[in-house]
Nanobody
């Protein structure tokens, strides 16, 4: 199984980025997908998650209204649209996959990608 995250970069505060995570080696439509982030010196934190068919989405409070998670099962890809970015959003962003289809905010994730760096300048 491989999860390849991309789309990170350097952006000014207030800007936008769209992260993508391409999955291979698994039946993508049978996995819920999550995005997590880890800032320097901090623990990894949940950002957003989406259920198998995309019917349910979950967000951390600190990204609600700014970030949107979506998926394209035909392309085996999950996305994270990030708008109104803030310097405190600077982190390495990871995508992950779980076979759980409920309570996926707190699920143990089975597979993790390597992450993509997002840096937001003030």
């Amino acid at each position: 199984v491989q999860l390849q995250a991309s789309g990170g970069g350097l952006v000014q505060a207030g800007g936008s980025l769209r992260l993508s995570c391409a999955a291979s080696g698994l039946t993508f439509s049978r996995y819920s997908m999550g995005w997590f982030r880890q800032a320097p010196g901090k623990e990894r934190a949940f950002v957003a998650a989406i259920s198998w068919a995309g019917a349910s989405t979950y967000y951390a409070e600190f990204v609600k209204g700014r970030f949107t998670i979506s998926r394209d099962n035909a392309k085996n890809t999950v996305y994270l649209q990030m708008n109104s970015l803030k310097p405190e959003d600077t982190a390495v962003y990871y995508c992950a996959a779980t076979t759980r289809n409920s309570d996926i905010r707190n699920a143990g994730y089975d597979y993790w990608g390597r992450g993509t760096q997002v840096t937001v300048s003030s």
